[in-house]
């Protein structure tokens, strides 16, 4: 589906019937695998950034915005910049991750941005403005406001993440891609029905959010046991200190040092209802037993042996949260009469595990029926949203970031529906 | 509903169509709250004795069986005694609790139980047999094999489960509850329909099973997040020791200590989709910002500030296991069309935090339409199930426990249809 263009004619009628929408041209858009700090002209350490940017060669209008979706661990932004070294017309979307109580890294990077801008325009009429979305685009407001001096304009957390995706679906090859063990990532063909759909944004908390056109969402539900609990717990019990950490440990752990298994109950599988012995009956549920046993060999002048692993504990919360959103997303899916389930947020960072987890749950609980999909941008479909449903002020009026005379570009992405009220 | 009495002419044509069915005579029972162990003829040390026995004050033939339904952490058991200290004909059920790592404390009551009865009948071919169900039946069957030397019959976890909530709901005034905070245990009233129905069985896991009539179930789901989760993590953050004491902690905390609230990303309400600021975005989600803020200020030369409340700690563990088992059981209950939902198993023990949650959560995603039930012998649903789908295999002919003369009971439970394939 990722390689589903959008066709001129359909884009000119788009952009006819909504000549306020976005003028963002992201004809031929593709993902560049290389080391984005070569071409960013933000230079700022101790910043995440991703290496993965989006070519938008055909996208030669000024853009006088940058994105930022502020969420409650992390912080995502996303900025266009023209091709700096080359005579290559267009540009590219460049992404970058913060923790969000480090805004005041994010802040510094801002700040940078708008003074690359007023180097390439000059102080101008034309400033550039900062499109936030996420809780923090409410609970920074005004430091964000203060620090840049800039407009801020916000935007609503799923409207974003629906114009992102959207974005990603239709206009980015090889972006979307299923996963199995066998083909860790095959990306998705092009598929004439996109609507209705689920997105499944997994960050500190999950939101589902059914899709039913593309102007038509409903937040149905979410659950709070997200990635905020993986590292809490985690954090609490291993000491790691980084999520990658977590996620390494957990590569290389085995769930079933602290998991009851089924066959820890019964010696068996319980094949009546079709649960084999290796199933998991119960998260942490061998500490009870093990932890009481140890007791006991201490009461008895034993020497007490128990210990977890963290690698086995990372496991078995990776199992379980993954597991756990997988069903929940199954049932939601169920009960809103929506088959094609997409995975994002921050949470899942292209590991193989979450991934697999995620896919077999859905496989499992829809005995084959669903998939699960996911994106190589999954962190950034919020931000990319939020950037996608700004206008570029002067759009087609102005010189570009570079100084180029930018005509209106003529297939653009209808980012900006003016008619959805939120 | 549980003063909805069967009928003797119902009880009558059971009889005759299920002639095989166990023959424990039920009518008029009703739950005695006194010290069982006045009552009792076991007397061990370091077994918890529930408070409220289940008398049958009609029955009147031998029973020589007793159940024990063996769990992935509790064991649970229970038996028939007769009046000791009265000249009242009938008896009682009695029940009690083991944790499944002590079986042997188990198998030494259950070695009490049959000195008790060789005592009252002497050696004989109607000899004590233990109904055994939950995994262990199949675990530790050689174990009870080889301690007890008297017959063990296995029985299906789930179906003991069934008839087990069915006799609890049809046959026991008092049983059956709701919860809210103002009416902590309102009695249910009697309902004709009584099927179908979910049953959530929350014991180390979870297992939903959809109940379509008398002889109809099937397990349509469960999370592998239960009770052996909430034990298993807590004892390893908190040091707590048992259950009891994880929850008396969890009375006294205060969960936005750990979790992360949708206050905490917005700094207000996220009205647009009616989440208010004081609701879970993120269960354990304030660790990661506050261990990094931590750190930072440690390398700042400060003093870091970072603990968080072994109380608080136990409560949001509270809250996101019993309310993420609330919507995922919510959800299954819409895909299979099902309007009432009881809630088993021993992780609830009467609390009132879990009862609240749990409640909450089904009025919650359910929009009011939904209902929670509770039963006061929750943990024993399985053990009573096993007890009854057993009929007392001389029943009618020989004396009782206590050596009077049994004649045959007119009215009877319907626990163990023969027609039900397993």
Not at 201 to 223: D, Y
């Amino acid at each position: 589906m990722s390689s589903q263009h959008h066709s001129a004619p359909r884009l000119l009628e788009k952009a006819i019937t909504n000549p306020g929408a976005v003028k963002i041209n992201v004809e031929g858009a593709f993902i560049v695998d290389e080391d984005p700090r070569s071409k960013s002209p933000v230079r700022t350490e101790g910043v995440h950034y991703e290496g993965s940017d989006i070519r938008l060669p055909h996208h030669t209008g000024l853009v006088s915005h940058v994105a930022v979706d502020i969420g409650g661990s992390l912080a995502k932004l996303v900025y266009f910049t023209r091709e700096i070294d080359s005579s290559d017309v267009g540009g590219r979307l460049n992404f970058m991750l913060f923790e969000t109580h480090r805004i005041d890294l994010c802040i510094e990077v801002l700040k940078q941005l708008k003074e690359e801008y007023v180097r390439l325009h000059g102080p101008s009429p034309t400033e550039l403005c900062v499109v936030a979305t996420g809780g923090g685009a409410f609970k920074y407001y005004d430091k964000l406001k203060d620090a840049l001096k800039v407009n801020i304009i916000r935007e609503d957390e799923m409207q974003c993440l629906i114009t992102g995706l959207d974005f990603f679906v239709t206009e980015i090859p090889n972006e979307v891609f299923t996963y199995s063990e066998t083909e860790p990532m095959q990306f998705a063909e092009a598929r004439p029905d996109v609507y209705p759909y689920l997105l499944v944004n997994i960050g500190s908390g999950v939101s589902m959010i059914k899709v039913s056109g593309p102007r038509q969402f409903e937040r149905v539900g979410g659950t709070h046991l997200g990635g905020g609990t993986f590292w809490g717990i985690l954090s609490l019990l291993t000491g790691a200190r980084t999520f990658d950490e977590m996620l390494a440990m957990a590569d290389s752990g085995d769930n079933s040092g602290v998991d009851m298994l089924v066959g820890d109950i019964y010696g068996m599988d319980y094949s009546k209802i079709g649960l084999k012995s290796t199933a998991i009956a119960s998260t942490f549920g061998k500490v009870f037993r093990m932890k009481n046993d140890a007791e006991e060999a201490a009461s008895n002048g034993e020497e007490p042996d128990v210990t977890f692993k963290n690698e086995d504990m990372s496991r078995s919360l990776l199992y379980a949260i993954s597991n756990n959103i997988g069903q929940i997303a199954y049932l939601q899916s169920e009960k809103h009469q929506v088959k094609h389930i997409y995975f994002g947020g921050s949470f899942i960072r292209g590991h193989r595990q979450t991934m697999n987890t995620l896919s077999y749950a859905i496989r499992f609980w829809s005995k084959g029926e669903k998939q699960a999909y996911f994106l190589r941008h999954e962190g950034y479909i919020g931000a990319v949203g939020a950037f996608l449903r700004r206008q570029p002020v002067n759009w087609g009026r102005r010189t570009s970031l570079d100084g180029t005379t930018a005509p209106p570009d003529k297939e653009t992405f209808d980012g900006h529906p003016k008619d959805h009220a939120l």
